[in-house]
């Protein structure tokens, strides 16, 4: 009797934890801090339905994070990240800002709207 309590208790403490914000979850899953913004400048640009012909590719510099696209028009989509979380965006396309704010911003709105 003892054993299955504890087995119980186990079962609750693992789905207490797993209750946890789901964004926590995608960076691990997501392999690394470029997919987030990478992610978060591809929400931005989809949500703003911006057509795409290349889409942005990101890449590490030294202050964080640059991603760069272009739209079919010929325009140039520019993503700048900083490379720490929660990676403040700047995207723009031919030097317009079309968003500010933060990767963790888009990615928490991309989950909400998919409950």
Do not use: W
């Not at 789901?22 to 992610?39: H, K, M």
């Not at 703003?48 to 696209?69: K, N, R, W, Y």
């Not at 990240?81 to 700047?90: D, H, I, Q, R, V």
Request: aromatic share 2%.
């Amino acid at each position: 009797m003892r054993h299955l309590g504890l087995v119980l208790a186990t079962v609750a403490g693992g789905l207490l934890l797993s209750a946890c914000s789901q964004i926590d979850s995608l960076t691990p899953v997501g392999g690394a801090a470029v997919t987030s913004v990478r992610n978060a400048t591809n929400d931005v640009l989809v949500d703003q339905q911006v057509s795409i012909l290349v889409a942005p590719v990101c890449t590490e510099v030294d202050s964080g994070f640059t991603c760069t696209g272009s739209t079919t028009d010929g325009r140039e989509i520019l993503t700048k990240a900083g490379g720490t979380s929660p990676y403040e965006l700047t995207i723009s396309i031919d030097g317009e800002v079309i968003y500010t704010g933060t990767a963790k911003e888009v990615l928490e709105a991309a989950v909400l709207e998919s409950s």
